[in-house]
């Protein structure tokens, strides 16, 4: 009997771009495709995907890619995968509940990919898939149509939690489904690979129902206008908010592409209801009173592009924050984010916005289960092993030992890593050789590796700026036969612009000179890295600063 892998390519030792690939006798399946946004240090980056690349190889094994919900972290790099497998093979088809293959089209369709099989899966189906089965089991989350996945498989079956919640009061359907959960481990669930993103809170996660009336009581007290920022593909938050502005009166507007989208997905599937007449389109906000107007919009994680982001330093095109307008914070940072989120609420203050968190009331419920909630989900299932995922190191930790806790033999949880795959067979598990995986960075619409140095020097010109210094010499004798043309961006220069431009020029003849006497230096590229070193020395002492320092020599 062949053995069965699981082999995380994202999601572990870091908050996003969920991706795991479940293969068995040859074949594979591929549960979630997510990607994560960059953080302050990648500069010039616009979105963090997985390394998939051992998918890119074994494209043509590939039987499906199964989404459980439609977030970002689980569905944003779907059409890179799409793309990249594309040129192997034929795609594979794609699998999830309503909500999540509607994200998923459009999310293709923007990306011109339309030779793509989409399956819509009911939670009670079981498709087969090679030598796998599949089904969805239905779960809570900050998203309709979440679900875990089954994987069932001769040696056993695979259950991939997603993301989920325990919540009994849910917004929209029914609880998740425990009886089905308890069901799969009366069977027998051979591995658990589950959730561990809010593991280190006590308890249970509060219920979204909660957060309705909570939105109505502080809307209740605002006297102008009212903006809430929350994740765009939280279509439960977004009809709470309507309803707490139809319950005051007040007209909504939708602030950000990805919000107008997915409310358009979410009313057309029946997720979303909102009265008719109630909708203003983002230029129409002006036209009505203050106390009349609540605005939803992106940007609840101070993404630089983002509606809410470009609102606070005043770069929106259509909508300008002023005082006395409160912006509420219908989310939270995730890690990594804190310091965006924190820096775009500073600009709120400054522009004389109040601003309402978590902190300050109950205007938000994770969609993720608390410790009580991980240790329901292990004594549900029964797990034979354990392997948690989405989380950084120090979740995956504290999800091991609530495994252990609830019974599950220290020897069988395993804390793995991105790249670092399981194999179980009839003799047991263990980790297997590391496969390749990482991060591929997208610029702009293209992916690609942006090595090291391509960030370090984005960070340099960023923080320092550059300076360009142009010299002209004589072929024949190398001495220069015009003044050396100095430019700079981006440079902090105080008062001694001029003088430092003189003694750049100094430094270039003497360089000049040094190599022509002394060294007997011709060569291009030896003449401009010995005056990159002089520059950049002339430079730092004048500014202790270390811009960027490109000379470019030119022969005549």
């Not at 199964?66 to 793309?83: F, M, N, Q, Y």
């Not at 959960?181 to 249970?204: H, I, K, M, P, Q």
């Not at 179980?424 to 997208?442: K, L, N, Q, Y």
């Not at 105080?494 to 003694?503: F, I, R, S």
Request: net charge negative.
């Amino acid at each position: 009997m062949s053995a069965l892998r699981v082999l995380p390519l994202g999601g572990l030792g870091e908050i996003g771009k969920n991706m795991t690939v479940v293969e068995y006798d040859g074949r594979i399946v591929v549960v979630d495709v997510g990607l994560r946004f960059p953080t302050p240090e990648m500069v010039g980056i616009d979105l963090v995907l997985p390394d998939f690349s051992y998918l890119r190889e074994r494209a043509r094994d590939i039987e499906a890619i199964v989404v459980t919900h439609g977030h970002e972290d689980h569905l944003g790099a779907l059409p890179w995968v799409i793309r990249e497998i594309s040129e192997r093979h034929a795609p594979p088809p794609v699998y999830g509940g309503p909500l999540t293959i509607a994200m998923a089209q459009s999310k293709l369709e923007e990306h011109r990919l339309k030779d793509v099989e989409l399956e819509e899966l009911e939670t009670a189906d079981v498709v087969e898939l090679g030598p796998f089965s599949l089904e969805l089991v239905h779960m809570t989350h900050s998203i309709p149509d979440a679900c875990a996945v089954a994987l069932g498989t001769d040696l056993g079956t695979v259950l991939l939690t997603g993301d989920y919640k325990f919540d009994q009061t849910p917004v929209d359907g029914p609880p998740a489904d425990v009886s089905r959960l308890a069901e799969l481990g009366r069977e027998g669930v051979l591995l658990l690979c589950g959730d561990s993103t809010n593991v280190d809170r006590d308890g249970f996660s509060p219920s979204e129902s909660r957060v309705g009336r909570h939105l109505e009581e502080v809307f209740s007290r605002c006297e102008g206008r009212i903006l809430v920022t929350s994740f765009a593909s939280n279509i439960h938050r977004v009809q709470q908010v309507v309803d707490a502005a139809t319950a005051l009166d007040r007209k909504v507007a939708l602030v950000g592409r990805s919000m107008r989208k997915n409310v358009t997905i979410g009313r057309r599937l029946g997720h979303i209801e909102i009265p008719d007449g109630m909708l203003l389109q983002p230029r129409e906000v002006a036209d009505f009173a203050d106390e009349r107007v609540v605005i939803i919009s992106t940007g609840s994680q101070g993404e630089p592009l983002s509606a809410l982001r470009r609102m606070a330093y005043r770069d929106h095109p259509q909508v300008q924050l002023k005082a006395g307008d409160t912006v509420v914070f219908s989310a939270t940072p995730v890690p990594g984010n804190e310091r965006a989120v924190n820096e775009t609420i500073d600009r709120l203050y400054h522009i004389g916005c109040d601003v309402i968190t978590t902190r300050d009331a109950p205007v938000h419920a994770s969609g993720h289960g608390h410790a009580e909630e991980v240790k329901l989900m292990l004594n549900l299932t029964q797990p034979r092993y354990v392997m948690p995922v989405h989380g950084d190191f120090k979740r995956l930790r504290m999800h091991a030992e609530l495994a252990a806790a609830v019974g599950v033999a220290p020897q069988d949880i395993f804390q793995s890593d991105n790249g670092l795959p399981l194999e179980i067979d009839e003799r047991g598990a263990r980790f297997a050789a590391r496969e390749r995986s990482g991060m591929v960075f997208v610029d702009g619409v293209e992916i690609g590796d942006v090595a090291d140095v391509a960030l370090r020097d984005r960070r340099m010109l960023s923080a320092d700026g550059i300076f360009v210094v142009v010299v002209t010499i004589a072929e024949q004798d190398g001495t220069s036969v015009a003044d050396p043309e100095v430019i700079f961006r981006g440079v902090p220069f105080m008062d001694e612009a001029g003088k430092l431009v003189d003694e750049i020029r100094d430094t270039v003849a003497a360089t000049l000179h040094r190599a022509a006497e002394d060294e007997g230096i011709r060569e291009i590229d030896l003449l401009q890295q010995m005056l990159h070193d002089a520059l950049a020395k002339l430079v730092y002492d004048r500014l202790r600063r270390r811009p960027m320092v490109l000379p470019v020599v030119v022969e005549v």
